[in-house]
C-alpha cells in the first residue's frame, strides 16, 4: 500500500474500525441479537458478535469500514428492534480481526 492510499484512508469513511457498543433496554428474549446479526449481514462488510450480558444489556461489536459501524450504531439507536432501546452506550478503536463474518453469541 503507498502514503497515498495510508492517507486517504486514515480518518475517512472507509477507515476499518472496531465499535464496541452496549445496549441498555428490554433487549434480552425478544430477538434483539437475531435482529442485530440480521441489521449487520444488511449493511455488509462488517465482522463481530452480538452477546447477552449478565446485567440485562446486549453487548455488539463490530469491525469494518468505519461508515457502516456507524450505520450499525444508528440502526442500534434508533431503528426497528424488538424490545425497547433505553439507550446506548459505544467506544472505538483499530480492529483487531479474529472474527469470521457476524455471529450471535
Known amino acids: 500500500m503507498d502514503a497515498n492510499a495510508v492517507a486517504e ?3 475517512g469513511a472507509d477507515e476499518a474500525v472496531r465499535m464496541t457498543a452496549w445496549v441498555r433496554g428490554r433487549v434480552q428474549g425478544v430477538g434483539f441479537r437475531w435482529y442485530t446479526r440480521a441489521a449487520a449481514l444488511r449493511i ?3 465482522e463481530g458478535f452480538a452477546l447477552n450480558l449478565g ?3 446486549v453487548q455488539v461489536l463490530a469491525e469494518g ?3 457502516r ?3 450499525l450504531l444508528e440502526w442500534l439507536r434508533t431503528g426497528d ?3 425497547r432501546v433505553d439507550g446506548v452506550t459505544e467506544i472505538w478503536g483499530p ?3 479474529g472474527y469470521e463474518g457476524f455471529s450471535i453469541r
Do not use: N, V
Open 81 to 83: 428492534t424488538p424490545g
Open 44 to 46: 455488509g462488510g462488517l
Open 69 to 71: 459501524c456507524e450505520r
Open 65 to 67: 469500514p468505519r461508515e
Open 95 to 97: 480492529p483487531r480481526g
Open 9 to 11: 484512508g486514515a480518518g
Open 55 to 57: 446485567d440485562g444489556r
